[in-house]
């Protein structure tokens, strides 16, 4: 014989998501990996920034070094001035391990002497007090110049000048730094006057 089954009812389990369910689920996770895309570019811009701060820094140590040992400072001006006036700190035994210690990635093409920004911008090197406001306003101290994130100078457009980093602005940490040294005897800071740091 045959029996029929028994009913059971339904219980009040969902197998499936709604729409609106998924939508927000959707906007959620979008909105997630939004923020977490912002803040991976901010930290990757910090961290070309502090490179930028950090080479631009060492190249200022190389001036201070080079014209203490030879009594000026390397000459250079054109399209490529940046590009010899490394070439001459590479020669120069005092400030050869600085420039030596840079990473990798801020040197292009082979031989160490092409020196770019972290964005692989090639730098600039104001020499001429005539020509540069910058090495007029460091009283007669060259400058090293990286266009920024923005890979631009600001030649065309001065608003762009904004985000440019100079060798003679190391910034707040700098300027601590040098005010500490200025105001510290020679014989406290353990220099005699002789060498930078």
């Not at 977490?36 to 920034?49: C, D, F």
């Not at 840079?102 to 104001?126: A, I």
């Amino acid at each position: 014989m045959y029996r029929k089954p028994a009913f059971f009812p339904m219980q009040n389990s969902r197998a499936a998501m709604t729409v609106v369910e998924m939508a927000v689920t959707v906007t959620i996770i979008g909105f997630g990996l939004f923020l977490l895309v912002g803040w991976t570019n901010a930290q990757r811009l910090a961290a070309r920034k502090d490179l930028a701060v950090r080479l631009l820094t060492d190249l200022d140590k190389c001036l201070a070094r080079y014209h203490r040992t030879a009594g000026s400072y390397p000459q250079s001006s054109g399209p490529h001035s940046a590009t010899w006036a490394t070439t001459a700190l590479l020669d120069h035994d005092k400030t050869r391990p600085i420039l030596e210690a840079l990473p990798p990635s801020l040197w292009l093409g082979p031989g160490k002497k092409n020196l770019v920004d972290p964005w692989g911008m090639p730098l600039r090197y104001h020499y001429d007090p005539d020509l540069s406001p910058f090495v007029r306003a460091n009283s007669g101290r060259p400058v090293f110049e990286s266009a920024g994130p923005d890979r631009d100078f600001g030649n065309d457009d001065p608003a762009r000048l904004g985000d440019n980093l100079r060798s003679d602005d190391p910034g707040p940490e700098g300027f601590r730094l040098y005010d500490l040294m200025r105001d510290t005897p020679p014989e406290e800071n353990g220099t005699n006057g002789k060498e930078d740091n």
